[in-house]
Nanobody, 115 residues
């Protein structure tokens, strides 16, 4: 059974940084591309970043490109999202997911960016 647990969310001021983590279990983590999604209050689930199973290629949404960096440690079954230069519009619940639709995701971690 796929199990994903996100952590690292917090309240931070605009311009600050956070690093989110996702602990994965119950599947072959090293063989799956992984994704980060986010959902702001009253808005739809938004894809943020994707990383190839080997960690060699990444893709980012235009809204976060140059500010966020996805990475992974296959030896530890961990996925990360380094978020820099945070903006108030980055406020959302952040989820890691195994699929490009975000259907198989964890419980999420709250990121709040204050002005």
């Amino acid at each position: 059974e796929v199990h994903l647990v996100e952590s690292g969310g917090d309240l931070v001021q605009a311009g600050g940084s956070l690093r989110l983590s996702c602990a994965a279990s119950g599947f072959s983590f090293a063989s799956r591309d992984m994704h980060w999604f986010r959902q702001a209050p009253g808005k739809r689930l938004e894809w943020v970043s994707r990383i190839h199973s080997a960690g060699t290629i990444t893709w980012d949404a235009a809204s976060v490109r140059g500010r966020f960096a996805i990475s992974r440690d296959n030896a530890k079954n961990m996925l990360y999202l380094q978020m820099n230069s945070l903006k108030t519009e980055d406020t959302a619940v952040y989820y890691c997911a195994t699929d490009p639709d975000g259907a198989q995701r964890g419980q999420g971690t709250q990121v709040t960016v204050s002005s």
